[in-house]
């Protein structure tokens, strides 16, 4: 270590030594572990950004290692052509807009809710298909928590499902029961958001 380093990193990395060293020999100890393929039930929500971010990543990773993917979007509308829209089509990774922007700014709550139970009713068809290894319901928190699309269905279609079947949910607000059922849950938190200092949303990192 050079001679210049700072007292406090010469701190962390002393104690991040001791930490991975500990890290390292816990994991070689750890055991019961299954192997291969199963199909996991993923949720990500909270406050913070990154909750599709995220789910665009791991379909992303999905595609690289050959798994068949796609994306129904829940709020955004089926004419969007935003940044990850642009990336899916020169993959050729198909995704649907089934929404009609933001549900706050929605003129007609009614077709909201209507347009929810359609792209419901199209999610459910693919993850029923078997034609698909993962499958992304983007801000689908949303109808679930609205009504829109009721639960003990959802619930029901998403046990019975194939089980390699992979499926992401998104979006704030996720139902204790839908935490209950999924296998990880991700609860992303604001601790800060550019749009608080005035910065307003950029292509290429909210669009």
């Known amino acids: 270590m050079s001679e210049h380093t700072d007292e406090l990193t010469r701190q962390r990395r002393e104690t991040a030594m001791r930490e991975l060293a500990e890290q390292r020999e816990n994991h070689k100890k750890a055991g019961g572990l299954s192997r ?29 290692r050959g798994l068949r993917t796609q994306l129904f979007q829940f709020i955004k509308h089926e004419n969007a052509k935003f ?3 642009r990336a899916l089509d020169a993959l050729g990774v198909p995704y649907a807009g089934l929404g009609d922007g933001f549900t706050w700014r929605s003129r007609d709550l009614e077709t ?3 347009l929810a139970a359609h792209g419901w009713a199209l ?18 928190t949303y109808p679930l928590k ?5 639960w003990p269905e959802v619930e029901a279609v ?17 139902l204790p029961e839908l935490i209950e059922l999924a296998d990880t849950v991700s609860e992303i938190t604001a601790v800060k958001h550019a749009y608080a200092a005035g910065i307003g949303a950029q292509a290429g990192i909210e669009h």
């Open 83 to 85: 940044g990850e829209h």
């Open 112 to 114: 909201s809710a209507e």
């Open 146 to 150: 609205h009504g829109w699309v009721p």
């Open 36 to 64: 291969g393929r199963r199909g996991l039930l993923i949720v990500n929500t909270g406050n913070g950004k990154g909750k599709t971010t995220a789910a665009l990543g791991l379909m992303l990773r999905a595609h690289g």
């Open 158 to 174: 998403l046990k019975a499902r194939n089980p390699d079947l992979h499926v992401v949910v998104t979006g704030r607000y996720a």
């Open 123 to 140: 999610a459910r068809a693919a993850i029923e298909s078997g034609d698909y290894d993962l499958i992304v319901l983007d801000e689908f």
